[in-house]
């Protein structure tokens, strides 16, 4: 297990604390988050059930260009991991915070899986690409669970195990850090 990096060679994971929450609140709004309350009410809950909160921000230009998240670990050791990035950048920053945020996870507390939503069995939004497609295993289909944009969707729940990470998902960081 690697050391729990947050720092690789375009973005930085960035702990968000309470004086993050209105800019946390701006980035899910800007993309158009299903289900964001209040700002009021965000702030004032900001953090709750959370393990971990970071703000992504690109190296290059030191930018906050969006957020991962990591809920508490559960007792059977399991979380969830969401990352958002701002449209512009998705693609360009997303195996990077995808991976440390998981390595994070990985390296800081028993974690044994790791959860990702996606709203197709599609891996690509990761940005791993196709040698690392089996550090994911489908667990299940949820039809028609999420309302966004006038249009109900199916979430498809990944997950990294702790196996898989020890190999793939280390020689994953050691490219990035």
Known sequence: MLFPHTKSKRVVLRAAGAEDATQAYEILFRLGAPGLPLIDDY???????????????????????GM???????AAGHL????????????EFAAETHALTANFAFSMWRTRKIYVHLNSPDTSPVGFGQAYDPLFRHETVLP???????????????AFHRAD??????????KIV
């Open 43 to 65: 702030v004032k809950s900001f953090g709750d059930r959370l393990s971990a909160c970071f703000l992504v921000e690109s190296t290059e230009t030191g930018e906050v260009v």
């Open 68 to 74: 991962s998240t990591l809920t508490s670990l559960t």
């Open 80 to 91: 969830r991991m969401d990352v958002r990035l701002a449209s512009d950048t998705a693609v």
């Open 144 to 158: 028609e669970h999420t309302y966004f944009h006038g249009r109900l969707w199916d979430v498809h729940v990944l």
């Open 165 to 174: 990470w020890d190999t793939l998902g280390v020689e994953l960081i050691q």
